[in-house]
């Protein structure tokens, strides 16, 4: 065992300080002393970093205009050119500097200017891009059903679940009554939106649920209304603004069928704004009556 003398006395020798060298005080020295400071230098420093941002500001809203009105309306959709053009143009930017900025400044420039100035003109390309292609000033986005589908809850369903487009029913019997229900939503006008919505069955059309208009299917519009419960409650129309449709496909046996459902409307800066999508409605008998 240690006794407390030998311990305070091994304590006190490893705390006794080294003698420093002579080149250790010389690095002591020179870690205090300060840098010197050159107001001119930092001042030109300050005017380039200035003019980078600007010009990266300025240059990425220029492209994100001539994308909006020039080569979007040449297109019909989502095109890969529509983001590879911006990124490919981030390699302009030193070249940029030098054809614009004043000679004395353009000098100054460093890496970490080009990383910054490229993180710069692609957030001020993506923004002035989200203004110009959504209401008011353009609509890129089409009509979609606003949450899927939806049964009117019914006699004979014990049991129903969603999930990932595909509505399975339960029955405890042979057949059932069955009333479909769904929503269009837009964000500019989801009663001008054109609809095309089928029932198939193995491939072969059993009927047309709805042609024309949204604002057009008064019928279908006044059903929903009538519709005192889902079994998805109000999911198929979470907000005011959804239109609500319902439609009775009649007596359904086990099986399974296809929704087929087409929207589109007149779009800007492109002519059409499609959205297609395919619904699976799985019956199937689990139990008796």
């Known amino acids: 065992m240690v006794d407390v003398d030998t311990a ?3 304590s006190a020798y490893s705390g006794k300080k080294k003698p420093k060298s002579a080149g250790g005080k010389d690095d002591e020295k020179k870690s205090r ?9 930092a001042h030109l420093k300050e005017r380039a970093d200035a003019w980078s941002m600007w010009l990266v500001i300025v240059y990425g809203l220029g492209i994100g205009m001539l994308m909006r009105y020039v080569l979007m309306p040449t297109l019909t959709g989502p095109e890969t050119i529509l983001w590879l053009i911006p990124l490919l143009l981030i390699a302009t930017l030193p070249p940029l500097h030098k054809v ?6 353009s000098t100054l420039f460093d890496k970490g ?3 910054r100035g490229s993180f710069l003109f692609i957030f001020t390309w993506l923004a002035i891009s989200f203004i110009l292609v959504n209401p008011p000033y353009a609509d890129i986005a089409p009509p979609t059903f606003a949450g899927g589908l939806d049964v009117e809850v019914t006699d004979g369903v014990v049991d129903a679940k969603w999930r990932g487009g595909v509505y399975t029913l339960g029955l405890d019997r042979g057949s059932v009554d069955v009333v479909l229900g769904f929503a269009v939503r837009d964000n ?7 609809i095309e919505v089928s029932l198939w069955q ?3 059309l059993v009927r047309e649920l709805a042609s024309g208009t949204a604002a057009g299917q008064t019928d279908a519009i006044a059903d929903f209304d009538t519709v005192e419960s889902w079994f998805r409650g109000n999911a198929v129309a979470p907000h005011a603004l959804d239109i609500g449709m319902a439609y009775d496909l009649g007596t359904l046996t086990p099986g399974e069928y296809e929704v087929r459902v087409h929207l589109s409307e007149e779009g800007d800066p492109w002519t059409s704004n499609d959205w297609d999508q395919v619904y699976t409605i799985v019956i199937a008998q689990v139990a008796t009556a």
Request: overall charge negative; proline content about 10%; charged content about 25%.
């Open 33 to 41: 002393k300060l840098e010197p400071f050159d107001p001119v230098a």
């Open 113 to 115: 200017n080009w990383f």
């Open 100 to 105: 614009l900025i004043p000679g004395e400044l």
């Open 8 to 10: 305070l006395r091994a």
């Open 202 to 204: 193995y491939g072969a």
């Open 188 to 194: 500019v006008d989801a009663e001008g939106a054109e």
